[in-house]
């Protein structure tokens, strides 16, 4: 099957015929219908986040299944899913105590001395992310897998799998933002996008987004921002804080740098909560004013891939998609082949898209 797969750091990933092995007892291999490309992958290639290579990345996928192991008993053949890098193993503290997200699905692994899921001769090809996804087909333990309804489109579905999850779960697991309450959304790119939406659905009172790049502030709006600030012409921070006569009940920072972590929690009112989505690469720190914190009771949370639940919360955001309330087809700027998945970084790059969807199909 072909793959894209990540030689070295800072260089175009490398479309290759690799091999999949058969399923183990409690893995499933899948079609890969469509993968959107995430600014995850971006760090990965750019070794923000050192994975090692040859690795194929990609982790927002959606697709059908094509077999299963013996003793798979949640999904078979023909099923249509979802798949998330958020693999939980179902018996360690976490999962037991409901956050399932935080598990990191270590015992979903095969075995060190096992031969490797993916790999190319007798070279092994490094699974990214518990997923895999730049490839036609993906193997992967069960519990990195949620069953949907076949009406979805896959494409659609696709984004579900991280970006969506990550900024409707922060608005509505992790903030809990209650309606009536007002927030403002850091980053307009598709973590931000959904994040927007999430307060939204919640029923925020006030969502404000913030960018540089008009088109996104301008899709913000349709999405549910009831405002919109250019960062790259005026004071975010002065502008939000104007606005809303104090600050809001919650910030979203959804980018991933010290400069708007720092804005995200001067943006928030006395006794409020800031959020942060986005990923800041390994090594990078930042500072923030504890006085600030303690004199104003702020809050400063992070919330790893939306908090969710994914096999309780992907479903509901199907069914937000289908009944209306999620957007999803505004947020597809591009559909690229495997082929051009390279395009896609480029594109991330230069700030032209929301979301970029590789198709398979």
């Given at each position: 099957m072909k793959a894209a797969v990540l030689r070295a750091y800072n260089t175009p990933l490398e479309i290759e015929d690799v091999q999949l092995a058969d399923p183990g007892p409690h893995e499933v291999r899948v079609h890969t219908s469509a993968c959107g490309v995430c600014h995850s992958d971006l760090h990965c290639l750019e070794g923000a986040l050192p994975v090692p290579p040859p690795m194929v990345l990609g982790h927002e996928p959606a697709g059908i299944v094509e077999a299963v192991g013996s003793e798979v008993t949640y999904v078979q053949p023909g099923d249509h899913v979802i798949g998330c890098l958020s693999a939980f193993c179902g018996a360690c503290e976490y999962c037991l105590r409901g956050e399932p997200n935080l598990c990191g699905g270590e015992a979903t692994n095969r075995a060190p001395d096992a031969a490797p899921r993916i790999s190319k001769g007798d070279e092994t090809i490094h699974q990214f992310a518990h997923l895999s996804a730049f490839a036609e087909e993906m193997l992967v333990h069960e519990n990195a897998l949620v069953k949907i309804k076949e009406e979805m489109p896959l494409e659609q579905a696709a984004l579900i799998g991280c970006g969506v999850t990550t900024g409707l779960g922060a608005a509505i697991n992790t903030a809990n933002i209650r309606p009536g309450q007002t927030a403002v959304v850091i980053g307009c790119g598709g973590v931000g996008l959904?994040?927007?939406?999430?307060?939204?659905?919640?029923?925020?009172?006030?969502?404000?987004?913030?960018?540089?790049?008009?088109?996104?502030?301008?899709?913000?709006?349709k999405l549910g921002a009831?405002?919109?600030?250019?960062?790259?012409?005026?004071?975010?921070?002065?502008?939000?804080?104007?606005?809303?006569?104090?600050?809001?009940?919650?910030?979203?920072?959804?980018?991933?740098?010290?400069g708007t972590c720092q804005q995200a929690a001067m943006m928030i009112r006395k006794g409020g909560t800031c959020v942060l989505v986005g990923v800041v690469p390994i090594g990078v720190g930042v500072e923030f004013q504890p006085l600030d914190l303690v004199l104003q009771g702020k809050t400063i949370v992070g919330s790893m891939m939306g908090s969710n639940r994914f096999r309780i919360d992907m479903p509901r955001y199907v069914d937000f998609y289908l009944d209306g309330r999620l957007k999803l087809d505004e947020m597809i700027s591009t559909r690229l082949s495997l082929e051009e998945v390279n395009t896609a970084f480029e594109k991330m790059k230069a700030g032209e898209i929301a979301r970029s969807v590789i198709s398979f199909d």
């Open positions: 959904a994040a927007i939406q999430g307060c939204h659905i919640a029923g925020a009172a006030r969502v404000i987004a913030v960018d540089t790049v008009p088109w996104k502030l301008e899709l913000a709006q009831s405002d919109g600030i250019n960062a790259k012409e005026t004071d975010a921070v002065a502008a939000v804080l104007e606005a809303t006569g104090g600050g809001v009940d919650f910030s979203f920072e959804c980018i991933g740098t010290p």
